[in-house]
């Protein structure tokens, strides 16, 4: 408050715009509005995340399984068709689609923003959780293997720290770029 009261008082250039702002966000109350937006994005990004993680999980998953199980193979060209698919819809397009399309009756846009963001993050997420699982070293999957009697049980307690450390650091830089497209657009549903 010092300093625009500072430019205020000596009625320098900026005064008139330091008044105004004061007007417009301090008198009449608009930065409720900017708290309830960063509230509303922080609440779609955490939402989104969950999804698409789930999301993310399942697909990598399932392409992954479906390298050895023949069974899966028609499975895994149905997520191959929808990670191609969601990651070609541009995100306002998708918002659009969920929102007068999907979910024509929805009253409340957050909702529909934390599917909408959380099935765009799924396709994402499905990549990179699956080039995580590639990732890890071809050695301690032989070493699972060799514990384990095949390669299903040797996900478990070898392969799942280097996914983890691998998928973290992946999942955190995901998480950042949501919240900056999501503070960038300036929405306020």
Not at 5 to 11: E, H, I, M, R, S
Not at 175 to 181: I, T
Request: with cysteine.
């Amino acid at each position: 408050m010092i300093l625009p009261t500072l430019f205020l008082a000596a009625g320098g250039p900026l005064s008139g715009w330091f008044a105004k702002l004061h007007e417009t966000f301090i008198v009449n109350q608009r930065y409720k509005m900017m708290i309830e937006g960063f509230r509303n994005t922080i609440v779609i990004t955490l939402g989104a995340l969950v999804i698409g993680v789930t999301i993310g999980m399942l697909i990598a998953v399932v392409k992954y399984l479906a390298e050895d199980v023949p069974g899966l193979k028609p499975l895994a060209v149905l997520c191959d068709l929808y990670v191609k698919v969601i990651r070609g819809i541009p995100m306002v397009v998708l918002l659009l689609i969920f929102f007068y399309i999907i979910f024509s009756h929805a009253k409340n846009g957050i909702p529909v923003a934390i599917i909408a963001f959380g099935v765009n993050s799924g396709a994402y997420m499905a990549e990179l959780i699956r080039s995580g699982i590639n990732a890890v070293d071809a050695g301690q999957i032989r070493a699972g293997n060799l514990i384990r009697n095949n390669s299903y049980d040797a996900v478990n307690p070898l392969m799942m720290v280097a996914l983890i450390y691998l998928v973290l650091v992946l999942l955190l830089t995901s998480l950042l770029g949501k919240l900056e497209r999501r503070l960038s657009t300036g929405d306020k549903r």
